[in-house]
């Protein structure tokens, strides 16, 4: 097992109902003002940032609130959200919602505390991160795990720091859209197979930890899927969530997360949803890099899928297979021309390369490093 360093500050306050321990939460830490950061539409229809709102006056908390965030978030939104910090005398930065304003509050945090730094410059690494705000969430989608991670996405770039805390209530995932919970569950599984299929091979624990959450999503994926109210499945997958981008499952081992790069520059381009870039491109990435280590993708095939192929090739490509019926299965795309884009032209793919690859200035993962002609492969088998 290789070295590392490992420090999850976060606190998870997890359970139906735990949405009410939020002014406790707030109590201990010594926050009395607060800005609060919602999507735009669904955390106010199904009443939770009122239910919010009342908790904060209940608690004497002064508040002010900015709703609109994106599914792939603009930085536009979150500049705005930096002077509204500022000009409010803000503690601490509220998420209500999912991945995207959670990311976004990361980014008003890391702004309201260097208000001489346009956030940009540290998104694009020329300027050092050294200093940020509080982060509280209020999970209502689980799918990024950006709760308990140390990387936001503002369009197509990361960086980020991990909130103080996280209240992970599955009941108010109950109301969520069947693909938005089908992307979150993709989403869960791409950020642990994004660990997963790495070059070290000798991280046994690490590896058990990763095939079992992977298992766990697979069972109760579909069942969240189907009927979002199962308490039961959206607890498992809420907190599968968490746990897939907290480091956990990829302690020791070097994170590839080509996939994702792949996906961004989708949702760069054309606005698609996270889990759909995700999935349309991981089976075509997996058939392209699964010679590097035909073995390491057999063990996926017979831990996570039990596949009993004898030979590391077939069952390799059999569990490549069956994850991808899987994505299937639950309403996902597995290829560019079932998203929302459609099927690119040559054009159109280099274009995507280009823009994956920073104009071929640099390479993705580590399972196999990529470059632009790589890139432009995989793209092209997509």
């Known amino acids: 097992m290789h070295g590392f360093e490992y420090f999850v500050p976060t606190e998870i306050v997890f359970g139906a109902g735990s949405t009410e321990k939020l002014p406790e939460l707030l109590k201990k830490r010594g926050l009395s003002r607060v800005l609060v950061v919602y999507g735009s539409s669904s955390a106010k229809k199904s009443g939770l940032l009122d239910r919010v709102f009342r908790l904060l006056d209940e608690a004497g908390v002064q508040y002010r609130a900015l709703g609109g965030v994106q599914p792939n978030p603009r930085a536009a939104l979150a500049r705005e959200g930096v002077q509204l910090a500022l000009e409010s005398g803000a503690e601490l930065i509220l998420a209500v919602g999912g991945g995207s304003v959670i990311d976004t509050c990361k980014a008003i945090a890391h702004g309201a505390a260097n208000p001489g730094t346009d956030i940009w410059e540290f998104w694009k690494r020329r300027a050092p991160l050294t200093r940020s705000m509080p982060v509280g969430v209020v999970l209502t989608i689980p799918a990024a795990g950006s709760e308990t991670s140390d990387s936001a996405v503002l369009t197509n770039a990361e960086a980020g720091d991990r909130p103080a805390f996280a209240i992970l209530d599955p009941l108010l995932a109950a109301t969520l859209p069947v693909h938005q919970v089908a992307c979150g569950v993709s989403d869960i599984l791409m950020h642990t197979l994004d660990r997963y299929f790495n070059p070290v091979t000798d991280n046994a624990l690490t590896d058990e930890l990763a095939e079992a959450l992977l298992r766990v999503v697979l069972e109760y994926g579909p069942a969240a899927v189907r009927d979002a109210h199962d308490e039961t499945a959206m607890s498992e997958i809420m907190w ?73 090739t077939a069952a390799a490509l059999a569990g490549i297979a069956k994850q991808e019926a899987f994505f299937r299965s639950i309403g996902m795309p597995v290829r560019l021309g079932e998203l929302s884009c459609g099927k690119q032209d040559e054009a159109g793919l280099a274009d995507l390369a280009s823009r994956c690859s920073y104009g071929k200035t640099r390479t993705i993962g580590t399972f196999r490093v990529l470059d632009y002609e790589s890139i432009l492969a995989i793209y092209r088998r997509a």
């Open 240 to 312: 599968a969530g968490s746990l897939s981008h907290n480091g956990l499952t990829g302690l020791g081992g070097r994170k590839d997360f080509a996939t994702h790069q792949l996906g961004h520059a989708l949702s760069e381009k054309f606005d698609v949803y996270h889990g759909d870039s995700l999935t349309a491109v991981w089976s075509s990435w997996a058939r392209s890099v699964m010679d590097e280590a035909p073995a390491r993708f057999a063990r996926f095939a017979r831990n996570v899928w039990h596949v009993e192929e004898a030979d590391d």
